[in-house]
């Protein structure tokens, strides 16, 4: 009867375990941030703790500014690195994301044509970067959006139609020399 009792124990165990054990991030996503740390000049990131804790053994869902949940990146928040360079290509990847913040960045290149395929974002808050040129009126089709805050940029031109689709949106703040007319 004991042999029986430490067999099931032992097959419990071994069909259990598997399922506690899995990434703690997805690989496309990791690679992702490991891109941008690399794209950005991330070893000289103004802030140590991001600096530190990025490409680091850490967990990816240790490094400062990452929210991860259910294996995906959820969350980025990047404030006062002064991160400079281009968005990586694979930050297109991250389409599980829901919140991203980016504070004083100097990215140069697509970074809102990229977020603009995130269909789970729910705020985006960018600001202090060297984005130019007019609104990507893709971002109109971000079902998901409540809060779009944007300030300190070098945008132009009139704000696209499409954002009258952003119908869930609760919280929108801007500060930057656009014009505010519908097209």
């Known amino acids: 009867m004991q042999v029986n009792s430490v067999l099931l124990l032992i097959l419990v165990f071994l069909f259990i ?28 990131w103004y802030n140590i703790d991001y600096r530190d804790s990025w490409k680091s053994a850490l967990p990816v869902k240790s490094w400062q ?5 259910n294996n995906r990146l959820v969350a980025l928040v990047m404030y006062g690195n002064h991160l400079t360079g281009t968005v990586p290509a694979s930050f297109k990847n ?3 994301i829901t919140s991203i913040d980016f504070i004083d960045i100097e990215f140069r290149g697509d970074l809102l044509d990229y ?9 985006l808050h960018i600001g202090e970067q060297f984005l130019t040129g007019p609104f990507p009126s893709s971002l109109g ?4 959006l409540l809060t779009f805050y944007v300030y300190g ?8 139609a499409s954002f009258g689709n952003l119908t869930s949106l609760t919280g929108v703040a801007e500060n930057c020399p656009i014009s505010t007319q519908m097209l």
């Open 153 to 160: 940029t070098r945008f132009d031109g009139p704000i696209p």
């Open 65 to 69: 500014g990452v929210t991860v949940s």
């Open 94 to 96: 991250l389409d599980g």
């Open 141 to 144: 089709y971000l079902p998901k």
């Open 17 to 44: 375990a598997p399922l506690k054990s899995s990434a703690q991030v997805s690989i496309s996503d990791s690679m992702a941030l490991v891109d941008l740390y690399d794209s950005t000049n991330g070893n000289n």
């Open 115 to 123: 977020v603009s395929n995130f269909k789970e974002l729910t705020n």
